[in-house]
Nanobody, 115 residues
Framework: EVELVESGGGLVQPGGSLNLSCEASGFVFSRYPLSWFRQSPGKELEWVSTIGTGDTTSYATSVKGRFTISRDNAKNTLYLQLNNLKIEDTAMYYC?????????RGQGTQVTVSS
């Protein structure tokens, strides 16, 4: 069974940092590109970043230069380092991938940026 479990969210002040993790199981982790998405109340799901199997990365314009995606294939874990957080970064963050031809997504971890 494919499973993605996010953690690391929390409450942080503007300008602060968080490091999100996504532990994966049920598939060969190293063979799949993986992504982070986020969703704020009342807004659509927004793509944040993707990392390929060869560690190529891409970012949404809104987070480029502040967020860093990475993966540890030995630990089957995906990461998202969030720096210089802004109030508008407040959202539920999800890791996601197309695994075995089907979309998989975790339950999410909440990031709240507030003074």
């Amino acid at each position: 069974e494919v499973e993605l479990v996010e953690s690391g969210g929390g409450l942080v002040q503007p300008g602060g940092s968080l490091n999100l993790s996504c532990e994966a199981s049920g598939f060969v982790f190293s063979r799949y590109p993986l992504s982070w998405f986020r969703q704020s109340p009342g807004k659509e799901l927004e793509w944040v970043s993707t990392i390929g199997t060869g560690d190529t990365t891409s970012y949404a314009t809104s987070v480029k230069g502040r967020f860093t995606i990475s993966r540890d294939n030995a630990k089957n874990t995906l990461y998202l380092q969030l720096n210089n957080l802004k109030i508008e970064d407040t959202a539920m963050y999800y890791c996601s991938g197309m695994i075995y031809g089907r979309g998989a997504r975790g339950q999410g971890t909440q990031v709240t940026v507030s003074s």
